[in-house]
Structures are given as C-alpha cells and as structure tokens.
C-alpha cells in the first residue's frame, strides 16, 4: 500500500514515498519521516511515486514543511509526478500549498 | 429621450405591476392559506413597494405600505394565521395603495384618501402585538434584521451561507472524511471552501491520525438552510458547525458592493470591534495593520478577504444576469415592430413578383432567400407579441370573487390551461367580452346554495376558464356548472321580438345565438351586475371584430359552456390567394382542408347544392353567386373544401393562384357591413384582395341548408 525509501547516499539525502499517503499509512509515513529528519541535515522528500492522497496525507505534508520551517534543517518537498494530484486535492480542500512544498527534484 | 419615462414612471409602472402580482398571491392564499410560496410573494411585493418608493419620499405610500407589510411579516414568521378577515382587509390595502400611488401623480392626496389610510391603518395595527411592531419598525425586514432564523431560509431563494466547520479531531479515526461533506455541499450550488491549516503542528508534535483541518465555506444555493444542514447530519454531534446566512437574493439590495473587510472579520468573531477601531484609526491598510498588530493571522486576512470577493461576484452576477435576460420594451413599440414586418412582407410579395415576371434566375433566388429570412422575422416578432392568458385569466379571480359575495354565491374559479399564448393585442380584445360572460356565469347561471341544495348540487358552484390550441386558433371556454340557459324561454323570447317565427326550423344552436341579438333578454329584472340585454351583442361584435367566433352549449341544471374561437395572432394571416371575376380573395390557409377541381366532385342533395367529400355529404356555396360578381363563370371552376370546428362546406372561386402572406387591413365603412369579408390586403403589385370572413361563410351555408 504504502513503502518508503530512505537513501543517504544522495546528497541532499532523499526519501522516496510510493503509493498511498492515507489515513491508513500516515501512521507509518509518520514515522519513517521523523526518522529521515532525525538522521539528516539537509532532506528531500520526493512524492513522484505518490499514487493517492487524502486530507490526513495532505495534513502530514503540511507538518513536515513547518518542521522545515522552525527547525534548522533543510527539507524540500518535491512533488514530482504526484504534482498534479496534490493541486487536485489543495484545490479540493480550499488550502494553499505550503511554502516547502515546490519544485522539481532536479532542482 | 428616456423610452420609459421618468424614473418616478417606471416606479409607478412597477409597483402597479407588483400590485397584480399582490392580489394573485392573495386570491391563491384565500384559496391555500397555507401557500408559503403566495406568503412569500405577497410579503415581496410590499416590501419592495415599500422599498422603493422610500426613494422617492413617497411617504403617504411608504407609510401605509409598511403597516400592510409588517403584518404580512407576521403572517410569514407563522405568527399570524391567514383569515378571509385577512384576505379581505389586504385585498382592501392593495385598491388603496393603488389609489396612493395615483395620487403620487398630482403630488396630493386629498382628505378622503388620507382618512381612508388612517381607516386601514388602524385596522391592519390590530393584527399587531407590540413585540412584532417593535420587530417591524426599522425600514426593511431581513435586511436589517439579525441573524436569520432558520425558518426563513427554507423557501426557494438564493442565499449566500458561511459556514463555519471544524471537524472533531478523531474525525479520521471514524471515519467521517471532511472532504466528503466538503463535496457533498459543493453538490448544492456554488461554492468557495477556505481551509485553515493553522492548527497542524509540525512533524514532531503532529498525532497523524488526528484532524488539525478546519474551514470556513461559502455556498450560495436555493436548496434552502435546511438541506445544508442535512449535509452534516452525521457529524453534528461532533464537529463545530456554524451557519450564517451572509448574502441573499434582495430586490432591494441592487448593489454589488459588500462588507469591509474589518466587518467580515468582526462577524465571524476573529477580532473584536474595539481592536478594529484602533486599528482603522491609524489610516494604513487594513489587513496589513491587523496582522501587524497580531489581531488576526495572514490566514484570516487571507479567508476575509476571498469571501469579500465572493460574495461581491455572486451579487455582480447576480445582477448581471437579471439585467440581461429581460428587458421591458413598450408595447406599441412591438406593434409598430410587427407592422413594419407585415410591410416587409407586402413589399417582398411584390419583389418576388416583378421577380417572376422578368423571368431573372438570380433575382427569383434572391427573393427565394429573401422570403425564409423574413419568415424568421416574422415569426420572431410575432412570438415577442404573444403573451400567456394567465395574464387574462388572473384577473378575473377577484371579479369572482367579489361579485359572488355581493350576488351572496360561492363560486369557485378554476384555471386551466393558462400557459397557451395569445397576441398581446387579442388578449387585450378579449377582456371586457370575458367580464360580461363571466358576469353573467355568476349572476344568472351559478344558483344560490340553497338552490344548489335543493338541486342535490355541491353548495359551491364551478366556473371554468380553459384556454387550449386548436389549429392555429386558440379556443377559451367559459364552463359553469349553474342552472343552464332554458332554450324553450329563449325561443319563446325570440318569437315575441319577431327575431324568429315559431317553426320549428331553427336548431337549439340557432335558438342560443339569440342571446347576441341587441337587447335580447329573458331575464324579467336587470340586477346592478346583469339582465338588462345590453351587452351579448357587444360580446360578439367585439370577438368578431378579431376574427373570432362564439358558440354556446347549455344543459339545464348541469351548466353552460361559452366556447369562444380566436386567431392566434391577428397581425399576419398565411393565406391562399383566390379569384373571382376581376376580384382577388384571400382564404386563411388554417381553414382550408382540400382543394379540387370541382368537375372532379360528385353533386349530392336534392337540389345539387351539396357535394360528397370523400363521402361525406358537405354543403357548398357558389361565392360567384354569393358575391353577386358579374360576367361569365370560369371555365375550371375550383373547390376549396373549408371546415370550422369539423363544420365543413365547399367554396366555389374561379381559380386558385398562389398562398400569399399578408398583413390584415381593417375594411373601410364601405365594407364593414358585408358578410362573409372580414378585411383586406394589398397585394406586392398594388391591387387589393379581399379576405374571406370564412367563420361567417361557415355559418351562413349551413344554415341556408337548414332552410
């Protein structure tokens, strides 16, 4: 359903997320996110893979960008393929994207 | 030039216009005292009576208006039952505001009047306690009253809503996902959701399965403030939900401006008005300010001001929208429009002749081209002058009213059929002939409701009014269910006055158009509605002069039924231009069933005076003969088989030529007296043509057979 892939070998070091970011896996998202943000400084989080997001994922992107905003860390979150599904559903719910949340991985 | 008049004109023109509607909505909640849709209409009308002409300090008007009107908000507010008291007060009310706005005219009001206004006044003040006084007092009802409740918002009518909704924070945990309600409302009408992601904590502190989301949410919809409830049926336990109603469909409200955005903000409780006034006072932007001075977050500013651009785009809409789907144009300009067509069509006719005669394929296919384009006019302006008989039947319901209750009857008015349409111009033909029919449905034909007792009949009569399309006719009926006429005492009537002798030649048809002879009545005394023999005839001089015939079929003590035939417009008549001798007729195509080469057509009867059309034995008539049109017969004279209501007879002319569109000219004093010519036309080349009163040939054929 969901599977997350934490690679420190890239620099910045980068967190792929595949397949549903849900009610049913934010519990486990959750996790391995703080694990990814304990370990590094400087964090992408590539959403290319994301096949579905509802408003508990939605909810979890918007912690991650404030925690990119109050801690010291640098985190992006890169939406990738998965962009047009995150417009779909900010739009859906009336909200504006988080400031964090932009760009293409390359970038 | 102001097409309209002065603005003070139009208000005039409106409120008239709004006074009908007033009375209609009355006449039905006499009938339904329960009609919302009618309470709301009528509360409507005097509120924007009222409204308006507060513009013009027509204060007499506005004054006697509100009084009417906060009883009516009572009566909406479901703390006041509708009465015939009411009714009858209010129908009362709607004649003097008439009255006061005449008077707007001179710009006084004489004592009278204004006795008459403190009269009613002072009346319609009983209806009202002092809460509901206190309550109507201001100016304009809901839009200066507070927050609505929600009984008011259950009807029809746009409402803008902002609602408030702060899902409980195990929302996910049970399964009532925010964004299905979020949908489920967008499914209502138009919608503006503003989430607030304010309250997620970042990743450290986030419980992920727990709902941080919020939103505020504009929806503008006519479904009515319960079925936005309804929406939140299942989480209305749990979550924050607040409903206000923040804009509405107001006559009044012609504006499209809305509220500062400091008022937005106090109205939903983010600041309070003490903060804004500090801040306003220092003169710099407002939403920067408040931000600044940590009154309100960016998201809130942010959210305020979406709505301000919300709801200004729904009344801009709005607006938009009322302007442009109708515009009010003055009648006798669409007449003057349709006259300018049915010359149009003249001069065409002419062009296509001279099209003809100079044997030009390009000139013939512009004129072909020509003829559809102008059909499409034609058609298009004939269409901008019809108009619905609701209009016409409507206003007979207080006629029937009041006039049962003077005569002391009970009369029932139903209306059927009331969405056909009809020239404006024939609708208007038609008033009077049907105030005189109906007057005398009540006044001779409906029993008292003892008599109706007695009969073993339902206390309360039934007068009908029922219009329906017939060919290119409109047939209206007026049907009671009273005594009937006697046929016998008719006859005997029409004997006396030497109108017939006393064979027994005359069908009961014959013996019933009696009724129309000048100052026939058996009515042995005139009553102040009816009786005096003054009027039948006028009846049916007045539906003729529109082309139109009467029939009447009655059954003593079962009711009478008035069938009345009219042209469906009276302005452009499709026709087929026939000769006799050196003269040119017109037929009216809507009339014609067949046409034959009378050589082709067996003689029957004794005297070969009728004809047998595909086996059915019809009269025919010679209009040579008729018209007393000299010189010798045709050679090929031809048959137009005719037929008015299944009434059929055969028309002998000389030759057949062409179908001809034309406007109808009425005939000069020469003419008026000829039977069996209703009008004339010019034909494209000059010469005139005569239109055949076909009705009235109908009638005269037949009833020659029947001699």
């Known amino acids: 359903m969901m599977r997350t892939e934490f690679d420190t070998t890239k620099k910045p070091a980068q967190l792929d997320i595949e397949g549903e970011m849900s009610f049913a896996t934010v519990s486990d998202l959750h996790a391995a996110l703080l694990t990814a943000c304990d370990e590094v400084e400087e964090l992408v989080v590539s959403l290319d893979k994301v096949t579905g997001i509802d408003a508990a994922g939605l909810q979890l992107l918007f912690a991650v960008c404030r925690y990119a905003e109050k801690s010291k860390k640098t ?8 962009a047009e599904r995150i417009d779909r559903i900010l739009e859906f719910s009336g909200l504006t994207a988080p400031v964090c949340l932009a760009g293409d991985i390359a970038q | 030039m102001n097409e309209l008049g002065s603005p003070l004109e139009t ?9 009908e509607q007033l009375e209609q909505h009355l006449m039905q909640l006499e009938e339904d005292p329960a009609d919302h849709d009618s309470i709301d209409g009528a509360f409507r009308a005097l509120h924007t009576i009222k409204g308006s002409g507060n513009m013009f300090d027509l204060d007499d008007l506005v004054g006697f208006t509100h009084i009417v009107e906060a009883v009516f908000v009572r009566v909406r507010d479901g703390k006041l039952p509708v009465s015939r008291e009411l009714i009858d007060l209010s129908l009362q009310a709607r004649d003097h505001i008439s009255l006061l706005l005449t008077a707007t005219e001179s710009g006084t009001l004489d004592t009278e009047v204004a006795e008459r206004s403190r009269l009613l006044s002072v009346a319609f003040e009983e209806y009202l306690d002092a809460e509901t006084s206190a309550v109507s007092g201001g100016v304009a009802g809901k839009q200066n009253s507070e927050a609505p409740k929600d009984s008011e918002h259950e009807s029809e009518g746009e409402c803008t809503y902002r609602i408030e909704f702060t899902p409980a924070a195990d929302s996910f945990l049970t399964g009532a996902n925010p964004l299905l309600i979020l949908n489920e409302l967008a499914e209502l009408g138009t919608i503006l959701k503003i989430g607030y992601c304010e309250a997620i904590p970042d990743l450290k502190e986030i419980e992920p399965e727990y709902c941080y989301l919020r939103w505020v949410i504009l929806l503008t919809t006519d479904q009515g403030e319960n079925a936005v409830r309804d929406v939140f049926i299942f989480v209305e336990g749990s979550a924050e939900i607040k409903i206000d109603v923040i804009d509405e469909a107001d006559p009044l409200i012609g504006e499209s401006g809305y509220k500062r955005l400091g008022e937005i903000l106090v109205d939903r409780g983010e600041i309070n008005p003490k903060d804004l006034e500090s801040a306003v ?55 003057e429009l349709v006259n300018l067509v049915g010359e149009f069509v003249t001069m065409h006719a002419g062009i296509a002749m001279v099209a003809e005669r100079k044997n030009d394929q390009d000139f013939r ?8 384009l102008i059909r499409q006019v034609r058609d298009l302006s004939i269409e901008l002058h019809m108009v619905p008989v609701e209009i016409l039947f409507s206003g007979y319901r207080r006629l029937v009213r009041d006039l049962s209750e003077d005569l002391s009857k009970q009369v029932q008015l139903k209306l059927e059929g009331t969405e056909t349409e009809l020239d404006k111009n024939v609708i208007d033909s038609l008033k009077d002939p049907l ?13 008292s409701p003892e008599v109706r007792t007695k009969k073993g009949k339902p206390p309360t009569g039934t007068l009908r009014l029922s219009a329906y399309y017939s060919g290119a006719s409109v047939v209206i009926q007026v049907v009671d269910d009273g ?13 006396e006055r030497g109108v017939i002798d006393s064979s027994d030649r005359y069908s009961e ?126 050679e090929h004279p031809q048959l137009v088989v ?50 055949l009163d076909v009705d009235r040939l109908v009638k005269v054929t037949r009833d020659e057979v029947k001699k």
Do not use: W
């Not at chain 1, 985190?75 to 998965?82: D, I, L, M, T, Y």
């Not at chain 2, 109906?438 to 006044?443: H, K, L, P, V």
């Not at chain 2, 005594?483 to 004997?495: C, L, N, P, S, T």
């Open chain 2, 11 to 19: 208000f005039r023109e409106e409120a008239r216009e709004l006074l």
């Open chain 2, 509 to 634: 048809q014959d013996i019933l158009q009696l009724i129309f002879a000048p100052g026939f009545s058996t009515n042995e005394e005139a009553t102040n509605v009816s009786g005096r023999g003054v009027g039948m005839d006028v009846v049916r001089r007045n539906i003729e002069a529109i082309g139109g015939s009467i029939r009447i079929q009655t059954e003593k003590d079962v009711g009478t039924t008035l069938s009345i035939r009219i042209p469906l417009t009276l302005a452009i008549v499709d026709g087929l231009l026939s000769r006799i001798g050196d003269s040119l007729y017109l037929i009216n195509l809507s009339y014609i069933v067949e046409c034959l080469d009378l050589k082709d057509v067996r003689t029957a009867g004794n005297g070969g005076d009728m004809i047998d059309f595909r086996g059915e034995i019809v009269p025919f008539l010679d209009l040579r003969r008729y018209f007393g049109v000299e010189g010798a017969a045709a």
């Open chain 1, 75 to 82: 985190v992006r979150v890169v939406p990738g393929a998965a």
């Open chain 2, 281 to 335: 006072s220092s003169k710099s932007y407002i939403g920067e300010l408040l931000v600044k001075k940590g009154f309100v977050s960016e998201e809130q500013i942010n959210s305020a001001l979406q709505e301000q651009n919300y709801v200004r785009d729904i009344r801009e809409n709005r607006r938009t929208v009322e302007t442009s789907t109708t515009i009010k144009v003055k009648v006798e300009k669409l007449d």
């Open chain 2, 435 to 447: 105030l005189h029919i109906i007057r005398n449905s009540i006044d001779h034909g409906i029993e």
């Open chain 2, 483 to 495: 005594a009937g006429m006697d046929v016998e005492r008719i006859r005997q009537k029409g004997i």
């Open chain 2, 642 to 691: 005719v037929a008015i209501e299944e009434k059929k007879i055969g028309l002998v002319v000389d030759a057949l030529l062409d179908k001809y569109q034309s406007v109808i000219k009425s005939l000069g004093k020469i003419y008026e007296r000829v039977e069996g010519i209703s009008g004339a036309i010019i034909l494209g080349d000059g010469k005139p043509a005569l239109m």
């Open chain 2, 365 to 372: 296919a512009a004129a072909e081209q020509m003829e559809g």
